[in-house]
């Protein structure tokens, strides 16, 4: 607690008080903390002071606070106890965006000489007292046992409940694990409501840790719901106009009479009854804490139910009027965020002064010299420069990086008014508003509609307020049929979320584990991830419920009890039967399904076929054959020029060619004219009956499964009827007790199996990756090989197939501009599954290595199957001609002809694709050659755009100074 922080009301204290006070004062003034304190602007609050305290005694602390709380405070008094100490400090992001901005903001208070910036490529200052870095080099750092880490006191982990993401998470865990022991970890996360079980984790892996929660949010949030053109307060008020818990009754009233009027005009019933009521409701809005004569429902007519759908520009132009301003728009969709500032373009708003237009074009041209003339109109640079003259910009993944840090840093200065952003903006940088709108409570996860979460819906309203600019902060959802009031406020009163482990063992994990700390200890630090403290933990949950279970089945036992013979045996003789007759029926199913399969696989590109049953595409021709034997995927063309896919979950019967025709080697079937042209051959080879290979029955060998299952059904059948409790009156009466015993006992043995199953998981998917690299010969007798070295410095989701691909030789003769195609090949991943055949690639030398490609990929996809590890993705070739283009020196544009992919999701695979080939380029000792040339590749991937990220700026740079434009090379994949 602050020394101070109680002597507010110094004149009701006793002499005695008083002198105990001013005693606490002085002490408190003497600490480091107290030093500290002093030095700043503002008072601590009390978390900070508390977390500062546990550090200042050699704890490691873990602080979870609400966004804008002041969490960094405590990490800057990490740096200042470094500086003290003259130790190291590190400070860790997640994203290099977020380290850029943090080195920006430690140079200014500590100067250029302190501080060091590594992401990747870009290396400032490495050996500074404070090195600010993205958490992924600080892991590779620590692989590597890096000289950087020598007399490193302190790491802040800032967003560490990152380690959830399943992409990249576990990293966090693996810095913590594997940082030195001297070193104090400081933790800052988002509110969540399991920091003391993360908190009682890094206690067993860091040793003493003090968890410091505050709840408290700086800048008060109000929570609002649009219905129509009126601004409801969701929470009703007490009498001095705060919040309580209770969801305005207004609000529920209204939404329970539009329901009405809605199911009446449903059925067909609108008149004039509905419309009457539509007139009549009405009244105040609760808790107006701004002019009374602007919005709400304040006694005038509602409008009609079509109209409570607020429109984009609806909501900007109220929001401007309430006094709301600057906002973020959610939007969970690109396309939705790009058709907002559409729509606010030709809405005609306009939400800046003649100045501010002057000060942000002048920012936008400025920071615009760095694109070529002729990609500004492909990219649509003018269309989003006069949304930012006028106030307001899109912000999403799909968005060049250059318009996207143009945007961040206009709306940090308040120039641009208004952002419609998808969710990734909630993860970024620090972009705080007054205002944060909600417009679906429903967001597309890739498969389906979901509503959002109570942590969704936190992360998203962590952004409104501003410290220390903003009295309070507001969250506006938009009003959607079928809204529910009460779950709106269940969302906005549960806002802490739960923090869970996304750490599994990769290869390349597996290979620097062995190397530096042999089988067993490399296990140890596995058994000791939050991923396995939390399994750990909730088996002993499971076990408890397994001790209730075993004592009612004795009950069950007892009671199921037959004078006549051992009716559990009688009763599993009674299940098997059941079992067995439900086999003979699904054996012809199966044979079926099988008859399909091999049909499918037999299918050769020209195949004209007869597609019947459930997806009934009638006579279509094969376009790409099934590639896995054992899941069968056939592209086809229909008559009527359309694309499909057929696979053996879709098909009734078994699939037999009637016809063939001849087809170009290079299927451009993404056209629909060329899918035209494929569809017309067909046609013309119709004519040419080919005779049918099968008669689309079952193989003999399943017809004799079929009589073998019902001779077992029969001889079961006599066995049931022999045992001496058939005969039993009581038999059903039993039986009913049997069958509660059988579904317990089953739902017990289900509970065992999941204790048995959380125990050493970890381990033991660490052990047979050990096994499989072993059979691979990346690994020999418990040792990495050297073929297995070079895995040690490949990072990513293929890391294994890259090395294995790296041994074949594929890479010997390979041009630089061939390594770039092919690292395009091996880091993208397409969106959706629709590319169903392999294109013509750009170079001979890469159309032989796709086949080299997916020949090893699918030798690795058996083995993981096999050994029941998760599958690497097969490599899609979406991205090689766009890269390949560009490495030949094209245009943006150009580069991406004949690709759906934006602009900003190019240059973030091309990112990728410089972050692989600079881990080859690493491999100077084993592989000399191929590292100069994929040096050089990387160099021809890293230009324009592409080389653009963002420009460090120190503080005592002009923005007139000859090098403002300098474009800085950093990591493009952090």
């Not at 939050?530 to 499971?542: E, K, N």
């Not at 699904?586 to 597609?611: C, F, P, T």
């Not at 053996?648 to 170009?664: F, Q, R, S, W, Y």
């Not at 999941?754 to 096994?771: E, L, M, S, W």
């Amino acid at each position: 607690m602050s020394a101070d922080s109680s002597d507010h009301q110094h004149h009701d204290l006793s002499p005695s008080e008083r002198y105990a006070a001013s005693r606490r004062r002085t002490e408190f003034a003497k600490t480091e903390v107290g030093q500290f304190s002093a030095a700043l602007k503002f008072p601590m609050d009390q978390f900070q002071v508390e977390a500062s305290q546990y550090l200042e005694d050699g704890h490691a602390v873990l602080v979870a606070a609400p966004t804008g709380a002041g969490k960094t405070v405590v990490a800057e008094f990490a740096i200042h106890l470094a500086l003290a100490q003259g130790k190291k400090a590190f400070y860790t992001t997640p994203i290099k965006a977020l380290s850029n901005q943090k080195y920006t903001d430690l140079v200014a208070t500590h100067g250029a000489e302190k501080v060091g910036l590594l992401t990747g490529d870009t290396s400032r200052n490495p050996n500074a007292q404070i090195v600010v870095m993205t958490t992924e080099v600080l892991r590779n750092m620590l692989y590597a046992e890096s000289t950087t880490l020598e007399n490193l006191g302190y790491v802040v982990m800032d967003e560490v409940h990152y380690l959830a993401d399943r992409f990249r998470g576990a990293v966090w865990e693996e810095v913590i694990i594997h940082l030195p022991e001297s070193v104090q970890l400081v933790a800052l996360s988002a509110t969540v409501s399991n920091a003391e079980e993360f908190g009682a984790w890094l206690d067993t892996v860091r040793g003493s840790t003090a968890v410091v929660v505050s709840e408290h949010r700086p800048v008060p949030l109000w929570q609002h719901v649009v219905v129509g053109k009126d601004l409801y307060d969701l929470f009703s008020m007490t009498g001095e106009k705060e919040p309580t818990t209770r969801v305005n009754p207004e609000l529920v009233q209204l939404a329970q009479s539009i329901q009405r009027d809605a199911q009446a005009n449903d059925w067909g019933r609108p008149g004039t009854r509905s419309r009457n009521r539509q007139r009549t409701r009405g009244g105040r809005r609760q808790g107006d804490r701004r002019q009374s004569d602007h919005g709400g429902a304040r006694g005038r007519p509602q409008p009609p139910r079509k109209d409570l759908r607020v429109s984009r520009p609806q909501m900007v132009r109220m929001l401007s009027r309430e006094g709301l301003l600057p906002c973020i728009g959610f939007i969970f969709s690109r396309n939705g965020c790009d058709a907002a500032v559409e729509q606010c373009l030709s809405a005609g708003l306009d939400l800046t002064t003649d100045t501010e237009k002057q000060q942000i074009l002048e920012t936008v041209d400025r920071a615009a010299t760095v694109l070529a003339e002729q990609d500004r109109d492909a990219l649509g640079f003018w269309g989003f420069r006069d949304g930012l003259r006028r106030g307001f910009a899109a912000h999403h993944a799909g968005l060049l990086p250059l318009f996207k840090e143009i945007v961040e840093e206009l709306f940090a200065t308040g120039l641009v008014k208004v952002v419609f952003a998808t969710e990734t903006l909630a993860l970024g940088i620090n972009m705080p508003a007054r205002t944060v709108v909600i417009e679906r409570l429903v967001k597309f996860d890739g498969e389906s509609h979901k509503d959002i979460t109570p942590g969704e819906y936190t992360q998203l309203t962590g952004r409104a307020g501003r410290r220390g600019i903003d009295v309070e902060g507001h969250t506006v959802v938009l009003w959607q049929p079928g809204l529910d009031p009460s779950a709106v406020a269940g969302l906005a009163a549960r806002r802490t979320y739960p923090l869970n482990s996304s750490f599994k063992p990769t290869y390349n994990m597996a290979v620097n584990l062995l190397t530096q700390f042999g089988r067993e200890r490399s296990r140890n630090i596995l058994e000791s991830s939050f991923a396995q403290f939390q399994a750990d933990r909730a088996v002993v949950g499971i076990a408890q419920e397994v001790q209730r279970q075993e004592h009612s089945l004795t009950g069950y036992e007892e009671a199921m009890e037959c004078h006549l013979g051992d009716f559990t045996e009688y009763a599993r003789l009674r299940e098997e039967v059941s079992k067995a007759e439900k086999a003979a029926s699904r054996s012809r199913n199966r044979a079926q399904r099988r008859a399909v399969m091999e049909s499918l696989n037999k299918l050769a590109v020209g195949d004209i076929i007869d597609v019947q049953g459930s997806r009934d595409l009638g006579t279509s021709v094969v376009v790409s054959a099934a590639g896995n034997p054992t899941n069968p995927r056939v592209g086809v063309v229909t008559a009527k020029g359309q694309l499909r896919r057929l696979s053996t979950e879709e098909m009734d019967e078994p699939i037999v060619p009637c016809a063939g025709v001849e087809l170009p080697r290079k299927l451009l079937t993404k056209s629909p004219k060329h899918r035209k042209n494929i569809a017309g051959w067909m046609h013309g080879a119709i004519s040419q009956q080919r005779p049918p290979i099968s008669d689309g029955e079952a193989p003999v060998g399943f017809r004799y499964k079929d009589e073998f299952d019902l001779n077992q059904v029969d001889e079961l059948r006599k066995e049931l009827h022999a045992h001496p409790c058939h005969g039993c009156p009581e038999r059903e009466n039993h039986q009913t007790w049997a069958n509660r015993w059988q579904k317990l006992r089953a739902e017990t043995d289900k509970n065992i199996a999941k204790i048995q199953g959380r125990t050493n998981t970890i381990a033991r998917t660490f052990d047979r990756i050990v096994t499989l690299l072993t059979d691979f010969g990346y690994v020999e007798y418990d040792h990495v090989t050297e073929r297995g070295k070079s895995l040690r410095r490949i990072y990513g989701d293929r890391d294994l197939l890259v090395s294995m691909l790296l041994q074949s030789g594929l890479m010997d003769d390979m041009s630089p501009e061939d390594l770039a195609g092919l690292a395009a090949l091996l880091v993208f991943e397409a969106p959706t599954e629709d590319q169903v055949f392999q294109p013509a690639m750009p170079t001979q030398m890469l159309q032989g290595a796709l086949d080299i490609v997916d020949e090893h990929w699918y030798t690795l996809e058996q083995a993981e199957r096999q050994a029941d590890l998760t599958v690497t993705a097969q490599p899609h070739p979406g991205l090689v001609w766009p890269i390949v283009r560009w490495v030949r020196g094209s245009e943006l544009l150009t580069s991406l002809s004949g690709s759906d992919m934006a602009a900003g999701d190019f240059i973030r695979w091309a990112r990728q694709v410089m972050d692989l080939l600079g881990q080859l380029a690493g491999l100077d000792d084993t592989h000399p050659d191929l590292a100069r040339r994929c040096r050089r590749a990387k160099d021809l991937v890293n230009r324009g755009i592409v080389a653009y990220s963002s420009t460090v700026r120190l503080p005592d740079e002009r923005k007139d100074d000859d090098d403002y434009n300098t474009i800085e090379r950093l990591d493009l994949n952090q």
